[in-house]
């Protein structure tokens, strides 16, 4: 049995941690929330770039470090911790992702050393409106290499120089990358609950597209990435939830009331146990999800979704009840609680949300007990 | 990362699947605790004896104490490979095994280790563990039962007669132990852990009595025991005279230290709920399974059933490695009572008016989830309650502030006393 990182993994986090702890502190993220166009620190994102994680798992042939998935989750786990405001989940986990599944050896030779220094930054954009991602609720279109319509929310959408994008050919869902900065796209941003992370409405009026993948095979490569996706996410939402026990904790520990620590209080005690239980099981499937990933395991689609709900529910619990432990302080703008507040539910959301991923849980295990 | 054992593990485990092959006790019942009958019990006894000769019984022991001179990770793998067989027959055994003899093994003198660890090994001999009281459950060390110095016993050796008075509860197998460890007070001036002390006790000495307690769902697995003038020597006792807390300590410790087989079936009870779902029609004649409300629930029933189980695996992973394993272990039983419980009344609920059936012959999956709805509570109580384990999560895992406690500075015989 070794069901665990390996010391130099766990090495690489350590210094991940040390690393964002010195380049992204909390007080950074909170005041980039403040700025008008907020969302994005492209100092913070060169420095990433310099690190070498944008390409932790991209293959060396094509300029990463082709270290492996494990690797990227220890990372993915420092930058949830630390609600890093760059666009490392949109960049990494999908578009590069999207590239290593479903491109050309000329597309991935084409995108991907510049996704490793960090002079591309990618993105996905398959929502169109209030609902799942699925073959009913897409409308883009391409005809004659020409995409319209409109993406909404494109998450980083605002800072992307591509996207991948799930439109319709022939009414079959297929994938494209489409340069956003090319012509016939128009983009503006949108507000939303997670001001550390942008979002856009795309729109499409003949722009040109790069197919990605078969005509018609796109919603299978979207939820193989999503999968994907969805387990490196969930490490950055273990990240977090970690975090904000720990801020809890220290907070429980400092402030006092009624004579003495508040943290000595049941109702507090327990309410971190709690967290606590959750953190371990988000761990656990997590780490499972981590496995699948790396070795390309058969049950990746039910071990990313064992993390993703696992480690949407931690996360959003730890999050919310931190703002609890937290008391008056913990809903105003100086204290840091809200930035995990609003990223718990920006992860729990940008691969899909709770609901359908247990959905989809369950139509696998339906499969498996009929098999 | 994989799931993979080393090559020594996968040795080890060739190993002892051929041996329990060809070994192994097939289609034998186990003794479900209280419900036993004499050759369940004969089975479990022949078993225990079999494996001890062999050196699996005891594994982590050392061989001169009838142990198998091996490592805690190997004792996990051959308590896998069992429960694959098929096997469940070490129940009688877990608490003297567990507890009791390791108690007794850091304690007794060299002479009384000799008598009891050998023959507790080949399972010829069982132990209980008599701690608990009425009026000290999550307070263990609140105990009444009175040993009180009988001074005209003193003999040409020293030794003497304690004389125990009082009563303990939830006393697993106390029925059919041949021996027990016992927790009394023997000094009540002092404060409530000060005036402690253990003994070993023969379960059939005179003036002790067993009364088996009806539990809701109908079991009798836990024993009342009643001490009306039981005698001990003071040659019995294991460690010193009102040091009695930290004793039970090394017997607690020892029940922590037993690691599960990073186990559990896939997904908990979750698949089958997912079968019964499917089998049952909703308002439409649609099965249940499709409901989306029910959909949600069996998945957050598989994905915390799963955590458990990828947690157990941490741990193993850590005393494969020779590692002592993390604090995470500690969030396995406060998690699963309840999920259980939950699951039950879930399962319950979606069987509508036929919930109500326990009679295997008209209920759904032969009234299983029934039953289940009448055992969990006891599950959320039994060895630790889920208060007192989110106390030790909050204390010794996260390092919060201790309970405050108005009964330390006050001799025990002092103590307000309720029911």
Known sequence: MNFDFSDEQLALKDEARKFLAAKCPPDRVRKLMDEDSPGFDPELWAQVAEQGWLGAAIPEEHGGLGLGYLELCCIAEELGRAVAPVPFASTVYFFAEALLRAGTAEQKAKYLPQVVTGEIIGTIASAEQAGPVSAANINAEVSGGKLNGVKMPVTDGVVAHHAVVLAKEGGKPTLYIVDLNGPGVSREAVNTIDRSREAARVEFKDAPVERLGEVGDGLALFEAINDRAAVLISFEQVGGADMCLEMAKNYALDRFAFGRQIGGYQAIKHRLADMYAKNVLARGNAYYGAWALNSDAPELPIAAAGARISASDAYWFAARENVQVHGGMGFTWEVDCHLHYRRSRQLGLVAGSARSWKHRLVTMLERRNAA | ?419
């Open chain 2, 1 to 419: 990362m994989d799931f993979n054992d080393t090559p020594e593990e996968a040795e080890y485990r060739a190993k002892v699947r051929a041996w329990l092959e060809e070994n192994a006790p097939r289609g034998v019942k186990g003794a479900s605790l209280g419900d036993e009958d004499e050759s369940q019990m004969d089975a479990c006894k022949a078993w225990q004896a079999k494996k001890a000769a062999a050196g699996y019984a005891q594994i982590r022991w050392p061989k001169e104490w009838g142990g198998g001179g091996g490592t805690t990770i190997q004792s996990v793998i051959f308590a896998q490979e069992e429960s694959r067989m098929g096997v469940q027959l070490g129940g009688p055994f877990a608490i003297g095994l567990g507890m009791c003899i390791p108690t007794v093994m850091a304690t007794a003198d060299d002479e009384t280790k000799k008598r009891f660890v050998g023959p507790a090994v080949r399972g010829e001999t069982i132990w209980c563990q008599l701690f608990s009281e009425p009026a000290g459950g999550s307070d263990v060390a609140a105990i009444r039962t009175r040993a009180i110095k009988d001074e005209s016993s003193v003999d040409e050796n020293g030794d003497f007669d304690w004389v125990i008075n009082g009563q303990k509860i939830w006393t697993s197998g106390a029925h059919y132990a041949d021996y027990g460890i016992v927790l009394v007070r023997t000094d009540p001036d002092a404060v409530k852990h000060k005036g402690l002390t253990m003994f070993w006790i023969d379960m059939k000495s005179p003036g002790i009595e067993c009364k088996n307690i009806h539990q809701m769902s109908g079991a009798r697995g836990f024993n009342e025991v009643f001490f009306t003038d039981v005698r001990v020597k003071d040659s019995q006792r294991l460690g010193a005279l009102n040091d009695g807390w930290n004793v039970s300590i090394i017997t607690l410790m020892n029940e922590r230290a037993s690691v599960g087989g990073g186990g559990g079936a896939r997904g908990g009870g979750a698949l089958k709920a997912l079968q019964v779902a499917q089998k049952i029609r909703d308002e439409n004649g649609d099965p249940l399974s499709n409901n989306t409300t029910v959909r949600e629930k069996i998945a957050e029933h598989y994905v915390r059933a799963e955590g458990l189980r990828f947690t157990g695996m941490r741990s193993l992973t850590a005393l494969s490695q020779g590692k002592t394993p993390g604090p995470e272990q500690s969030v396995s039983k406060l998690v699963q009572a309840s999920a259980m419980q939950d699951l039950a009344d879930f399962m319950v609920d979606l069987q509508d008016q036929a919930g109500i059936i326990r009679d295997p012959a008209h209920a759904v999956e032969n009234a299983d989830f029934q039953e289940m709805f009448l055992g969990t509570p006891g599950g959320r109580i039994a060895g630790g309650t889920d208060e007192i384990l989110r106390n030790i999560i909050a204390e010794r895992v996260l390092g919060l502030p201790g309970e405050i406690r108005v009964d330390k500075n006050i001799p025990f015989k002092d103590l307000p006393t309720g029911r």
